[in-house]
């Protein structure tokens, strides 16, 4: 199924997107890849936990890491590899990963790596950008 969710600023699509997450994850449908500019990501797993108590994992590209609500390091610093294996069911990652791959050789392999996983849902926020 394919969904396009557009409305004014303010009106809860967030909230909406990050609900449709929770019950994919609670049905198994497979992990959820939720990608959004960076300057969102952080906002999307706050918004996670604070307002439906849901743990996500963040993708930083520039540490190669997945990082908790918190800030914790979830995974071995420095593996490009561990893209493929994120800690929690719902993976938040950077559009500027898959957008910029051609422009920057060192995301070429992480992107190509996301790129090769199965996803149940995936939400792309943000996608005018």
């Not at 409305?7 to 049905?27: P, R």
């Not at 604070?50 to 979830?74: C, E, R, Y």
């Not at 957008?99 to 996983?117: I, N, P, S, T, Y």
């Amino acid at each position: 199924m394919k969904l396009l969710l557009a409305d004014e600023v303010g009106v809860g699509k967030t909230l909406s997107m990050a609900a449709s997450a929770l019950v994919s994850a609670l049905l198994n449908d497979g992990p959820v890849l939720i990608l959004c500019p960076s300057t969102l990501t952080l906002q999307w797993q706050i918004e996670m936990v604070d307002k439906l108590g849901i743990p996500s994992a963040v993708w930083s590209s520039q540490k190669k890491v997945w990082l908790g609500s918190q800030g914790q390091m979830l995974s071995s610093k420095g593996d490009p590899a561990a893209i493929k294996k994120c800690p929690h069911r719902i993976a938040i990652i950077s559009t500027g990963l898959i957008m910029h791959q051609r422009d920057h050789g060192e995301f070429v392999k992480e992107a190509g790596m996301l790129m090769g996983q199965k996803f149940g849902t995936v939400i792309l926020d943000e996608a005018h950008k």
